[in-house]
């Protein structure tokens, strides 16, 4: 079963992020993903700095808001922000290697909760973020195909 549900996870986080232009412009690249968890890498351009020549907290944000959402659908029922806030605990530079990492603290039937953890190749914490998602109709992908692969 746990095999099933990752499974799923990364056939959805695949269809999710296809068209997901920003993701794919800032460079970020899905590590893992599970039922309700996913992990998020991007190195920091040069293009991603700010003034003070550190990684731009939207940037910031965008990573651990990927991670979120990648971990908020993995189970394939589509879901989106209802709200979220992060704290910026420590500067990213150019060349560093940022890895957001989302776990599911609470699943709700219509509300859930996300905690994500951006860290750098030290493996110090860069900024915290936490997320509510709100369920929606429908789902991300159609799962009749793996089942018609399943049985032959």
Same mark, same amino acid.
Do not use: W
């Given at each position: 079963?746990?095999?099933?549900?990752?499974?799923?996870?990364?056939?959805?986080?695949?269809?999710?992020?296809?068209?997901?232009?920003?993701?794919?412009?800032?460079?970020?690249?899905?590590?893992?993903?599970?039922?309700?968890?996913?992990?998020?890498?991007?190195?920091?351009?040069?293009?991603?700095?700010?003034?003070?020549? +550190?990684?731009? #907290?939207? $940037? !910031?944000? &965008?990573? %651990?808001?990927?991670?979120? @959402?990648?971990?908020?659908? /993995?189970?394939?029922?589509?879901?989106?922000?209802?709200?979220?806030?992060?704290?910026?605990?420590?500067? +990213?530079?150019? #060349?560093? $290697? !940022?890895? &957001?990492? %989302?776990?599911?603290?609470? @699943?709700?039937?219509?509300? /859930?909760?996300?905690?994500?953890?951006?860290?750098?190749?030290?493996?110090?914490?860069?900024?915290?973020?936490?997320?509510?998602?709100?369920?929606?109709?429908?789902?991300?992908?159609?799962?009749?195909?793996?089942?018609?692969?399943?049985?032959?």
């Amino acid at each position: 079963m746990a095999h099933e549900t990752q499974t799923l996870a990364q056939r959805v986080v695949s269809a999710l992020l296809r068209d997901d232009h920003a993701t794919l412009m800032l460079g970020m690249a899905v590590v893992s993903v599970d039922a309700g968890a996913a992990c998020i890498e991007m190195t920091v351009r040069r293009d991603m700095l700010n003034g003070h020549m +550190a990684c731009h #907290g939207g $940037i !910031l944000f &965008a990573l %651990a808001d990927t991670a979120f @959402a990648c971990a908020c659908n /993995s189970r394939n029922q589509r879901a989106v922000t209802a709200g979220a806030n992060i704290d910026f605990l420590r500067r +990213a530079a150019e #060349g560093d $290697i !940022l890895r &957001a990492t %989302a776990v599911e603290l609470s @699943a709700g039937r219509r509300l /859930s909760v996300y905690d994500v953890n951006i860290t750098n190749q030290l493996g110090e914490t860069v900024a915290v973020f936490r997320g509510k998602s709100c369920s929606i109709s429908g789902t991300v992908i159609d799962q009749e195909p793996a089942a018609q692969d399943a049985t032959g």
